[in-house]
């Protein structure tokens, strides 16, 4: 009985954690909403993204694979990864064929790209909650920072592309379904998976994270305005300060890695 408890409290509190990345993504879509966006501040906002897209990348998932994954499957489900955004991509452009061209398939890979990275974040929540509750708590509260830039791009991209404000704000937070669906996802099928096929999951999902950041991400951030070199900051301050608050929590939850 204590066992299905315990089982039940630490669902739970996978459900609360994985609502906070959405909540950010939430609230940078709504500050694009309400306040006035521009094709500068649009730049600026989605070469942050990319910066922190890319930080969660070589910051979060790639090392904990490289420890425990052999080069060649890194490879493999890498390539997988990125392929599998290609391949959606490709479906995008179907669905959208007769529409007004790739500017509203850029808008769409734009939220495919976001709705992907908060995939990673459930996951890594979901996963990460197997190691200790502390080591989950700072994974969800760093993606906070993360997801608050990429709901202002995505929210600001759609109000470029003339779509509907209810609709807005409707695909706003449709994005809390992919970060609960994955952390429940990875909370049933891989909290006791073996530990290579955790990592492989995670590598995957870099794949697919480094071809939206780089191809979907960064080009609709040159289409919505020449770049400068603030454009560069930007991508440089989202990767660095993704860093250190990726640093901080962890060596904040560092002493309660082994608690269960």
């Not at 890498?78 to 007769?98: D, H, M, N, P, T």
Request: aromatic share 8%; with cysteine; charged share 15%.
């Amino acid at each position: 009985m204590r066992g299905s408890t315990g089982a039940m409290s630490s669902l739970w509190m996978v459900l609360l954690l994985s609502l906070l990345p959405g909540a950010g993504n939430f609230v940078g879509g709504m500050v694009a909403e309400f306040w006035k966006t521009s094709p500068r501040l649009l730049n600026w906002a989605l070469h942050a993204a990319s910066g922190i897209v890319i930080a969660i990348v070589a910051v979060e998932l790639m090392p904990e694979a490289l420890g425990s994954l052999a080069g060649g499957w890194i490879a493999l489900a890498f390539a997988c990864g990125g392929v599998a955004y290609v391949l959606l991509e490709s479906l995008i452009k179907w669905l959208q064929r007769g529409s007004d061209g790739s500017s509203r398939i850029r808008m769409w890979m734009i939220y495919a790209a976001v709705a992907v990275d908060l995939t990673s974040d459930g996951l890594m929540i979901g996963t990460g909650s197997a190691i200790s509750s502390s080591l989950a708590l700072a994974l969800a509260a760093g993606q906070v920072l993360a997801d608050v830039p990429e709901g202002y791009a995505t929210v600001a991209n759609f109000r470029d592309k003339d779509v509907p404000r209810g609709k807005r704000i409707l695909f706003s937070a449709s994005f809390f379904i992919y970060v609960l669906g994955a952390a429940l996802l990875s909370y049933f099928l891989l909290r006791s998976a073996p530990e290579a096929l955790k990592m492989a999951a995670l590598v995957f999902v870099a794949g697919l994270l480094t071809v939206a950041a780089v191809e979907d991400m960064l080009e609709e951030a040159h289409g919505a305005r020449e770049d400068s070199r603030r454009s560069v900051l930007a991508f440089i301050g989202g990767f660095a300060l993704f860093t250190l608050v990726s640093a901080g929590l962890e060596a904040i939850a560092g002493g309660g890695k082994g608690a269960g």
